[in-house]
């Protein structure tokens, strides 16, 4: 039996990401294919960096896309930078922050952690202490960690690097587009995310930018594959333990010499094109203000639900917000009736946040103030089922105060 | 300054891929997302790996995607099957045997090569003296190299490889779906393919089958990331040096645990689904069928422009045929012109074939009797405007008797 069709239900993406893309989005991955050494790709490829170059805020020119999710880049990011038994130091706060360590213990570098409580982030003082003491390579360090929510300030964090001879490398696949970041300004030398996000598009393309000292480093490991070898190319003995991942020939790709590597993911590459596009053209600081906005609307729109909002409200991420599933509401239970009957997705999380919160999401295409009313309606209509008491139109009535003042 | 929307030119791609998509895996793409652990979500999954059951010709519980390119899956099988210091064996009949190798090799894999002349395959008798020979623990075999467009048969290699204790790994990302591949007759532990060929999608979704065998191997390599280790998971301490690419844990995001990896790459999912939904419903054998009726109105035609085709034709892949350049012709300037003018791609090749050979496709949407014809009109008129003696309609007219004759 070969089913029919895809047809996929309607649903309004409030939880933590993947969520709802913007339609042109959509549109753009039903445009024709073309070669991938066509002028028209060619031309295409490089509109790409440029628009991420005002994505990320940087004049980087290694500023390409990863055929992959935002795992992807962040293991290109790690594996290009890292040798193994290379001491990297990663600043754990959330579930992200454990990824990165273990993308970092699979890349056979001497991983240290540091953590704080899950719904903190990280003074810089205390991740200077820890760079003096572990003397790392690399610095990973997450931006927003949707398991719990934070947005780990960065901003003094590459003058800290700097002084040590420290790369610094940021993981922005949450917050990027939603908050503020700036690539050059802080100091970053790597920085990947994710088009699925406040940028708006499906999982599958992974935005990575390099300075040009990481480019340096991944540049010194190059190594090009048999087959496609010419006169003149040498290899490092010192190469990437990863084909698809060395940043060295990625970079050759993307670059002048258009060395074959992989061939380009063109739809993922015109939804990610397309992604950069609109946030450019409603402008940087006008999305990361629209996402302060409706992320404020939601957090207030919950409270005035009367539900208890986790972690440190004052470095929380503007795209999501995590509130405290109440007493005697199942909170699997409650999520699966907002989808049923709303067509409204939010989200659980992870380890020790399971079960005990809920995550809200108002990023990218639905960090809208009809996307936030309506979720804050239907959230109270499914809690009042499971026999919570709330306060009726309190999370409406929170939400579209936030929403009068703005305006 | 931001640039318009996409708006790509028409082109009819006939080159070795990518090539230009079904309509119908085109609009898949544009179709909304749904967050990944929806109901809909699950069983689109589920749809999509059985679908690729059919599309493999097996029964393999683990036939999943991979997130990425091709490239992606061939790194994916080759380190989650291949420890460190463990011996690969693969034939190289061109480019892509390299790149099979060259990933090996970053995998710090003992890798042994034997090489047979570009245009050429490997006789049974040849492989297994090999295998004797290295004793290795795995054979990587590519199925179709389009660099020189054969195809290397495989179906007296898997009973070798079972004799000698070895695993049996092909890549068949060029072949797959233009010409016949038995994954379980033909005693396969690992298969993997791209969609931008002969399935006539994009690049960016990588399908991939693994026998019990391999899964058993890749599973007692099994590590679960901290962060979202439970009770009771336990790790090798012989983990895959990759995170993104660690099939054991991929096995567990797709299969009924659906433990949290990557997010699903959600359109390049509904494009891999439509791709072998397509596929199935035309009939597995039909579309063979089909490619090698066209495939064979190719050759022809060629021949009857008074080309010569390159390598043994007798073991050629239906989809692609590599022609000599004529002595005079500039074959860049005559590919640029044949696109220019006609919207019409053909490939140029790699490495000793560089610049003597064009590839022409005919594969997935296009191996069609309308877009065989119009290349060989378009490019009877560059060949002559290049100067070359090519006969009035010639290629025309014996690639319309190889339709005639099989209708």
């Known amino acids: 039996m070969i089913p029919g069709p895809l047809d996929p239900p309607a649903r309004l993406l409030m939880g933590p990401g993947p969520i709802s893309a913007y339609p042109s989005v959509l549109r753009a991955m039903s445009a024709p294919l073309v070669g991938q050494y066509d002028p028209f790709m060619t031309s295409a490829m490089a509109e790409t960096q440029e628009l991420y170059r005002g994505v990320w805020n940087t004049a980087n020119e290694a500023t390409v896309l990863i055929d992959g999710t935002s795992r992807a880049a962040i293991e290109a990011a790690i594996v290009s930078l890292v040798r193994p038994g290379d001491r990297v130091l990663v600043p754990v ?24 409580d899950w719904g903190q982030v990280f003074p810089a003082s205390v991740i200077e202490e820890a760079i003096v003491r572990v003397k790392p390579t690399l610095l990973a360090l997450v931006q927003g960690d949707t398991s719990t929510t934070m947005n780990q300030p960065l901003e003094d964090i590459g003058d800290i690097c700097r002084r040590h001879g420290v790369l610094f490398y940021s993981d922005a696949t949450a917050s990027l587009g939603g908050n503020a970041f700036d690539a050059d300004a802080w100091g970053l030398d790597a920085a ?65 010499r258009r060395l074959n590597h992989h ?37 207030e729109g919950v409270r005035g639900l009367g539900l208890t909002v986790f972690g440190d409200v004052a470095h929380k991420m503007n795209n999501v917000v995590a509130v405290e599933i109440p007493d005697g509401v199942p909170g699997d239970a409650a999520r699966a009736a907002l989808l049923a009957d709303f067509g409204i997705e939010i989200g659980t999380s992870f380890g020790p946040l399971h079960g005990r919160v809920w995550r809200i999401g108002t990023m990218g295409y639905n960090a809208r103030k009809d996307a936030v009313l309506t979720t804050l309606v239907a959230l109270e209509a499914v809690l009042r089922r499971f026999g919570a008491r709330v306060p009726v139109g309190g999370g409406v009535e929170a939400a579209a105060g936030v929403y009068a003042g703005a305006a």
């Open 192 to 256: 990947t995310a994710g088009l699925q996000k406040c940028l708006g598009g499906p999982s599958g393309s992974a935005p990575i930018t390099l300075s040009p000292r990481a480019v340096e480093v991944v540049t010194a490991r190059r190594r090009i594959e048999a087959g496609i070898r010419e006169a003149g190319d040498t290899s490092s003995a010192d190469f990437v333990r990863s084909n698809y991942f060395d940043l060295a020939m990625i970079l050759e790709y993307w670059g002048p």
């Open 263 to 299: 061939t380009e993911a063109t739809s993922m590459l015109y939804a990610a094109r397309e992604c950069a596009r609109v946030l450019l053209s409603e402008g940087r600081d006008e999305v990361v203000a629209r996402h302060a906005l409706a992320g404020r609307a939601m957090l």
């Open 93 to 116: 706060f959330g579930r992200f922050g454990h990824l990165l360590a273990e993308i970092a213990e699979r890349a056979l570098a001497e991983v240290h952690t540091i953590e704080t």
